[in-house]
Nanobody, 130 residues
Framework: QVQLVESGGGLVQSGGSLRLSCAASGRNFSTNNMAWFRQAPGKEREFVAFVSWNGGSTLYADSVKGRFTVSRDNAKSTVYLSMDSLKPEDTAVYYC???????????????????????WGQGTQVAVSS
């Protein structure tokens, strides 16, 4: 069964750090772009970060730029999201996702929309206390 499994969430104080992992099983996604999204209670799911299939290109939401870093290790079929200087407004369930339909896709407007990704993990909770 092909799936994505996130881990690494938890409760942290404001200003703290966490590193989320997203492990793929059942298939290697080394030629597929991946992204992180998050959803806070009562809010819509929003884009956080994107990493291209080879790690050569990354994108970030303005709200996390300079604090979060996305990376991937294709040999381990894992994508990471390192989060520093966490704020209470970062509290959300974090999801990783993969675009299986368009290997190695690229474009000036690509990578930020949830509709571009067709396989999602179950999510991991991040809570930041003030």
């Amino acid at each position: 069964q092909v799936q994505l499994v996130e881990s690494g969430g938890g409760l942290v104080q404001s200003g703290g750090s966490l590193r989320l992992s997203c492990a793929a099983s059942g298939r290697n996604f080394s030629t597929n772009n991946m992204a992180w999204f998050r959803q806070a209670p009562g809010k819509e799911r929003e884009f956080v970060a994107f990493v291209s299939w080879n790690g050569g290109s990354t994108l970030y939401a303005d709200s996390v730029k300079g604090r979060f870093t996305v990376s991937r290790d294709n040999a381990k079929s894992t994508v990471y999201l390192s989060m520093d200087s966490l704020k209470p407004e970062d509290t959300a369930v974090y999801y990783c996702a993969v675009d299986r339909r368009r290997p190695k896709a690229f474009g000036p407007y690509y990578g930020r929309s949830s509709t571009e990704f067709d396989l999602w993990g179950q999510g991991t909770q991040v809570a930041v206390s003030s």
